[in-house]
């Protein structure tokens, strides 16, 4: 195990990092630090270069140029040495089905050289994390989504690991099972493990204390959960509740100064250009096709926001 002191202020750090498969560019030029003890969030849509950033990260994969460090340790020279260190887990990460939890616990704790003497109070300490005291015995393939993931994140940790990768751990798993899993990580980082997560929800981006978003291999942005919230769009967002939604956006979309248009159940987000009338256009326009306009409001933007603006920007200037 790393003792704490060796581990380095910039626990993850990587320049200009890019990874080809043959044509394709999968991450390209990406660049940033993560600090210690910090819950960082890599945020994209699926293909966007998440799982491959994160397989250099790992020394899995190597990159095709750049840079980076992890623990300390050179992602190209020293991989052997990082997959030592780090924890990692992913929803599919390997469970014995028909092991019991102990016994999967005990599996990792032999792969990753716990000494044999502090073994039983590592894994008891592990069981009362995840919650899973009645359930020592059990098969792990008996188990339902929630309690594996929960037993993965123990066994992806036996070792004490200062940093610890999560690649979309949560994907297929219900929403109080989550939440429960999100208290585990926090708890973790205030022990002082740093943690790197990939995912595609945005509430989950809301539990890291910095969230790089990602697209198309490019890092688009990179803040707090707050900043990105405060900074990131260039406009006005607005709320617009109406009758017909449905088509009230399509009808949004096509006016001048009117982008990022989303349903959210009944009411419509818009992101507007900031100048003078905009709301008064908007109403307007709905009004001249039929549509009863209920409400037009200036409102702050969610993460979700955010995402989408990015998003759609660098669709329109990337695809033409
Ligand atoms: N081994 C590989 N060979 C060829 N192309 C690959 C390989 N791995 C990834 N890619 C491609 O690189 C791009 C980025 O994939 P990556 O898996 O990193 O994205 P992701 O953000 O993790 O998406 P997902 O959430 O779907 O896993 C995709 O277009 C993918 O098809």
């Known amino acids: 195990m790393m003792a704490p002191e060796n581990v380095p202020e910039n626990v993850i750090e990587v320049r200009r990092l890019t990874r080809r498969f043959g044509d394709q560019i999968a991450v390209n030029g990406v660049s940033f630090s993560v600090r210690r003890g910090e819950v960082f969030a890599f945020l994209g849509p699926n293909g966007s270069g998440k799982s491959t950033t994160i397989r250099m990260l790992c020394g899995i994969l190597l990159p095709t140029s750049g840079e980076g460090h992890v623990l300390g340790f050179d992602i190209v020279r020293h991989s052997e040495q990082i997959k030592q260190h780090i924890g990692y887990m992913s929803q ?3 469970l014995y089905e028909d092991l019991s ?14 000494p044999r003497g502090q073994r039983r109070a590592r894994l008891e300490e592990l069981v009362a994390m995840a919650g899973l005291e009645g359930r020592k015995r059990q098969l792990a393939g008996q188990l339902s989504g929630g309690w594996k993931q929960r037993l993965a994140l123990g066994c992806a940790i036996v070792h004490r690991p200062p940093l610890l990768f999560l690649d979309e751990p949560t994907a ?28 595609h929800y945005l509430d989950e981006a809301e539990h890291a204390n ?5 697209y198309n291999g490019v890092l688009r942005a990179l803040a707090s959960p707050a900043e990105l919230k405060r900074s990131a769009l260039q406009g006005q967002l ?16 096509s006016l001048p100064g009117v982008h990022d248009v989303a349903l959210h159940g009944n009411d419509i987000h818009a992101l507007v250009d900031g100048a003078d009338g905009v709301m008064e256009q908007i109403r307007g326009a709905l009004e001249e096709a039929g549509i009863t306009v209920h409400e037009i409001q200036a409102i702050p933007p969610s993460l979700e926001d955010v995402f989408i603006s990015l998003i759609g920007s660098a669709r329109s200037r990337e695809n033409g």
């Open 238 to 253: 607005l709320n617009v509740r109406c009758d017909a939604p449905f088509a009230a956006a399509t009808l949004l979309e």
């Open 101 to 114: 939890v102990w016994e999967n616990l005990e599996f990792y704790a032999g792969v990753y050289n716990v």
């Open 210 to 214: 910095r969230v790089a978003m990602i």
């Open 92 to 94: 599919r990460f390997a």
């Open 172 to 199: 297929g798993v219900d929403p109080v099972s989550r939440r429960h899993f999100w208290m585990m990580i926090h708890g973790l980082a205030h022990q002082g493990v740093t943690v790197f997560v990939t995912t």
